[in-house]
């Protein structure tokens, strides 16, 4: 994604600052890194349009990092911190429970010294700090315990402030103007009201539940008496206001907001088929993907919609989406109808050329705050992305395929035809059979595949493309999305529209093997210049033909193998970009780093031409490389270091964690190893030639659904082989195995 420009998936481009000579807007979407986000292992919280990021203590330390309160792309605290006797609480441990629903943090206090006496010895006072998010409100609740044997004192204080900072501040970007702040000391409550440039007030209410004995603009100081062994709470709620004159919540509804936020996270989960297997670190990383994707899928009035990731890209993206929900299709289908509906409201239907906005195309992203508003950042409705539109078509054959769901795709054929309509006209300009992109304005992306950074399409000398760039990947995109539309034509009683759709589709397969497959690099090439050149360039790209089924079977033998070579796979997964290449760096954000999706994507890959080996030792690595991550979640991106004995996987400094593509990512990967063919799970539950990596002897898959029913499966390895069988079936649901 991208300061919105941030590279594809969400997130700006990391890796090698772009020149403010050559490219302007590029530096403006560029995110700089002057401390690592995966270092301070931040403690994220979200639902629906709103987001926490905190440090392990709980704490907002306003230091210039991501830490605060957003909603809506804007920051409504950027400081909250607490302390006790005027000190810093020891951390004791901190957590996000593992239904992703309430921040733990335990803390006690330091030794307190009078002078040179001590008052208080450490480890007397316990406090217990419980924080959540539930409908535009942050609820925390403090229970302090005297562990002394004497009565206690305790002071507690809070030193908070709001900026009321725009994500793209936040991310760096430096504004002429903004608007006017001001602060109301009331009863019990502090509220900083922000008189936006766009004509929005927003509003940050802090409530406490009782009187503090000092209340001021900045702090509030509460002086809590504490009996030896005996405990008392203290409740704040933090709440955001945008336009609305709501009155501020009660902090005590706390525990109300507790019960709603996990009966809501349970029916969140429960959509999904359940996975339990025989490595117990391999379940955390099922069970924290699954409960992160629960967190970041918001309430649509269209379905339910995955938002991209924390802190940079909790809003729509559209690539990411609809990545997204490939992923998870084998195992929530109705992931996937909710992005397929809301994708096709967002749907462009008018040229708008500094929105990159052309009928029939597909989102990007969305933005809601304030510097989107006002044109600041072109990404209010933005649609510069090349691949948005045929992954969107893609998606409605293959969610069709898993579902038989006739109703929903003929009600959304107008819209895939919009995309067809937009592939043949926009997406391929000079007429040459690829689809093509280049912005219309300088304020938009200058590269628009999911590899967005300014510096990730490049020819073999490591110089820059101009001109309008087929990328290798969307050509394979194009091909899935048109033989999806005639699988979805067919069905709907359209014979002759599915008949051109197959036609066209092989006669692409044909041009791209002429046109993108290079015997010098043994691959296909990355991209296409504006000048039809070559970018012979090995890149993961490549793999991503593999999965939408363009390569041929030889060459896509040659593919699979160099992926899984030195030059690209680390242990921890494959690379970006090969080692030998002129812009190579395993510290770049498109250049050498391992992204989990990228790797699913081509784990699925391998699973289609039947190259299981390569899927399983994908597979171990993505997952050995979870086993190190904190929480057992995996991030956005991680470095392409080589992977060494006794050293755990690079972090990335600005990658986004949790990020709905890269939590959906194990998902797939299990689907690739073993086998399982969407093309039929409409009917019957078919496993193509299953294995099982080493590391896992047993998996279970509990209520997944098919055939109009669900069932229950115990896959179970034996050396090689994998024996399949059924525990329980509800309705007509067949399961078939193929060696």
């Given at each position: 994604?991208s300061?919105?420009?941030?590279?594809a998936?969400?997130?700006?481009?990391a890796?090698?600052?772009?020149?403010?000579?050559?490219?302007?807007s590029?530096?403006?979407?560029?995110?700089?890194?002057?401390?690592?986000?995966?270092q301070r292992?931040?403690?994220?919280?979200?639902?629906?349009?709103?987001?926490?990021?905190?440090?392990?203590h709980?704490?907002?330390?306003?230091?210039?990092?991501?830490?605060?309160?957003?909603?809506?792309?804007?920051?409504?605290?950027?400081q909250?911190?607490?302390?006790?006797?005027?000190?810093?609480?020891?951390?004791?441990?901190?957590t996000?429970?593992?239904?992703n629903?309430?921040?733990?943090?335990?803390?006690?206090?330091?030794?307190?010294?009078?002078?040179?006496?001590?008052?208080?010895?450490?480890?007397?006072?316990?406090?217990v700090?419980?924080?959540?998010?539930?409908?535009?409100?942050?609820?925390?609740?403090?229970?302090?315990?005297?562990?002394?044997?004497?009565?206690?004192?305790?002071e507690?204080?809070?030193?908070?402030?709001?900026?009321?900072?725009?994500?793209?501040?936040v991310?760096?970007?430096?504004?002429?103007?903004?608007?006017r702040?001001?602060?109301?000391?009331?009863?019990?409550?502090?509220?900083?009201?922000y008189?936006?440039?766009?004509?929005?007030r927003?509003r940050?209410?802090?409530?406490?539940?009782?009187?503090?004995?000092?209340?001021?603009?900045?702090?509030?100081?509460?002086?809590?008496?504490?009996?030896?062994g005996?405990?008392t709470?203290?409740?704040?709620?933090?709440?955001?206001?945008d336009g609305?004159?709501a009155?501020?919540p009660?902090?005590?509804?706390f525990?109300v907001?507790?019960?709603?936020?996990?009966?809501?996270?349970?029916?969140?989960?429960?959509?999904?088929?359940?996975?339990?297997?025989?490595?117990?670190?391999?379940?955390?990383?099922?069970?924290?993907?699954?409960?992160?994707l629960?967190?970041l899928?918001?309430?649509?009035?269209?379905?339910?919609?995955?938002?991209?990731?924390?802190?940079?890209?909790?809003t729509?993206?559209?690539?990411d989406?609809?990545?997204?929900?490939?992923?998870?299709?084998?195992?929530?289908p109705?992931?996937?109808?909710?992005?397929?509906?809301y994708?096709?409201?967002?749907?462009?239907?008018?040229t708008?050329?500094?929105?990159?906005?052309?009928?029939?195309k597909?989102?990007?992203?969305?933005?809601?705050?304030?510097?989107?508003r006002?044109?600041?950042?072109?990404?209010?409705?933005?649609?510069?992305?090349?691949?948005?539109?045929?992954l969107?078509?893609?998606?409605?054959?293959?969610?069709f395929?898993r579902?038989?769901?006739?109703?929903?795709v003929?009600?959304?054929?107008p819209?895939i035809?919009a995309?067809?309509?937009?592939?043949?006209a926009?997406?391929d300009?000079?007429?040459?059979?690829f689809?093509?992109?280049?912005?219309?304005?300088?304020?938009?992306?200058?590269?628009?595949?999911?590899?967005?950074?300014s510096?990730?399409?490049?020819?073999?000398?490591?110089?820059?493309?101009?001109?309008a760039?087929?990328?290798?990947?969307?050509?394979?995109?194009?091909?899935?999305?048109?033989?999806?539309?005639?699988?979805?034509?067919?069905?709907?009683?359209?014979?002759?529209?599915?008949?051109?759709l197959?036609?066209?589709?092989?006669?692409?397969?044909?041009r791209?093997?002429?046109a993108?497959?290079?015997?010098?690099?043994?691959?296909?090439?990355?991209?296409?210049?504006?000048?039809?050149?070559?970018?012979?360039?090995?890149?993961?790209?490549?793999g991503?033909?593999?999965f939408?089924g363009?390569a041929s079977?030889e060459?896509a033998s040659?593919?699979?193998?160099?992926?899984?070579?030195?030059?690209f796979?680390?242990?921890?997964?494959?690379?970006?970009v090969?080692?030998?290449?002129?812009?190579?760096?395993?510290?770049s954000?498109h250049?050498?780093?391992?992204?989990?999706?990228?790797?699913?994507?081509?784990?699925?890959?391998?699973?289609?031409?039947?190259?299981?080996e390569h899927?399983?030792?994908?597979?171990?690595?993505i997952?050995?490389a979870?086993?190190?991550?904190?929480?057992?979640?995996?991030?956005?991106?991680?470095?392409g270091?080589?992977?060494?004995p006794?050293?755990a996987?690079?972090?990335?400094p600005?990658?986004?964690?949790?990020q709905?593509?890269a939590?959906?990512?194990?998902?797939?990967?299990?689907q690739?190893?073993?086998?399982?063919?969407l093309?039929?799970?409409?009917?019957?539950?078919?496993?193509?030639?299953?294995r099982l990596?080493?590391?896992?002897?047993?998996?279970t898959?509990?209520?997944?659904?098919a055939?109009?029913?669900?069932?229950?499966?115990?896959?179970?390895?034996?050396?090689?082989?994998?024996?399949?069988?059924?525990?329980?079936?509800?309705?007509?649901?067949?399961?078939?195995?193929?060696?």
């Open positions: 994604m300061t919105s420009a941030a590279p998936g969400g997130t700006v481009s890796g090698e600052p772009p020149s403010l000579s050559s490219d302007p590029a530096a403006s979407f560029y995110i700089p890194a002057s401390a690592s986000f995966l292992r931040p403690r994220t919280l979200k639902q629906g349009d709103t987001f926490g990021v905190f440090d392990h709980g704490d907002i330390t306003a230091d210039g990092g991501p830490e605060g309160l957003y909603h809506r792309d804007c920051r409504y605290l950027s909250l911190r607490l302390f006790a006797n005027g000190e810093l609480p020891l951390l004791l441990s901190s996000v429970q593992d239904n629903v309430v921040l733990t943090a335990d803390l006690t206090n330091p030794d307190f010294f009078v002078g040179t006496r001590l008052v208080l010895r450490r480890d007397s006072i316990y406090i700090r419980s924080k959540l998010i539930w409908q535009a409100v942050c609820y925390e609740r403090l229970a302090i315990r005297n562990f002394d044997g004497e009565p206690q004192t305790v507690l204080a809070f030193r908070y402030s709001a900026d009321f900072a725009d994500i793209f501040e991310r760096g970007h430096q504004r002429p103007r903004r608007g702040l001001e602060t109301v000391v009331g009863d019990r409550r502090v509220s900083f009201v008189h936006g440039l766009d004509g929005v927003r940050t209410v802090l409530r406490f539940d009782c009187e503090p004995e000092i209340l001021e603009a900045g702090f509030a100081i509460f002086r809590l008496q504490v009996p030896p005996g405990s709470a203290l409740f704040l709620a933090v709440s955001c206001h609305d004159d009155e501020a009660d902090p005590r509804r525990l907001s507790l019960y709603a936020a996990r009966k809501r996270r349970r029916r969140k989960t429960s959509a999904v088929a359940a996975i339990e297997t025989s490595h117990q670190i391999f379940d955390e990383v099922i069970r924290r993907g699954s409960v992160d629960a967190m899928v918001a309430d649509t009035p269209h379905g339910p919609y995955p938002y991209a990731g924390i802190p940079w890209f909790s729509a993206f559209g690539r989406a609809i990545i997204t929900a490939i992923e998870m299709l084998w195992v929530d109705t992931l996937a109808r909710g992005v397929l509906d994708l096709a409201v967002m749907q462009a239907r008018d708008v050329p500094e929105a990159d906005a052309e009928p029939g597909i989102l990007h992203e969305t933005r809601s705050g304030e510097m989107a006002l044109g600041e950042v072109p990404f209010a409705r933005y649609y510069g992305s090349v691949d948005s539109t045929p969107y078509v893609l998606l409605a054959g293959l969610y395929d579902t038989g769901d006739r109703e929903t003929a009600r959304l054929w819209n035809e995309a067809l309509g937009w592939i043949d926009f997406g300009r000079d007429g040459d059979g689809v093509e992109y280049q912005r219309n304005r300088e304020s938009g992306l200058v590269n628009q595949g999911w590899k967005d950074s510096d990730a399409i490049f020819h073999a000398d490591g110089t820059l493309v101009e001109g760039i087929a990328l290798c990947e969307v050509q394979a995109y194009v091909f899935a999305a048109r033989q999806a539309a005639a699988r979805i034509a067919a069905a709907i009683g359209l014979p002759d529209r599915a008949r051109e197959r036609e066209q589709a092989e006669a692409l397969r044909l791209f093997e002429e993108f497959w290079c015997e010098e690099i043994g691959s296909y090439v990355l991209a296409l210049d504006g000048r039809k050149r070559p970018c012979k360039v090995r890149a993961s790209n490549a991503h033909a593999l939408c363009i079977p060459r040659r593919v699979a193998a160099q992926l899984m070579g030195r030059e796979f680390t242990g921890w997964g494959i690379r970006t090969a080692s030998v290449e002129k812009r190579y760096n395993p510290m954000y250049n050498g780093s391992i992204w989990p999706h990228d790797n699913a994507l081509i784990a699925l890959g391998f699973a289609r031409y039947g190259f299981s899927a399983l030792r994908l597979f171990t690595g997952c050995d979870a086993a190190y991550m904190d929480l057992r979640r995996l991030p956005e991106l991680y470095c270091f080589r992977r060494r006794d050293k996987p690079t972090l990335y600005v990658a986004c964690a949790p709905a593509w939590a959906a990512a194990p998902f797939a990967l299990l690739a190893c073993l086998g399982i063919d093309g039929c799970m409409s009917e019957r539950v078919r496993l193509r030639r299953p990596p080493e590391f896992l002897e047993r998996v898959v509990r209520s997944l659904a055939g109009g029913g669900r069932i229950d499966l115990l896959m179970r390895r034996y050396d090689v082989d994998v024996a399949v069988n059924v525990l329980r079936s509800e309705g007509e649901v067949e399961v078939e195995v193929t060696l």
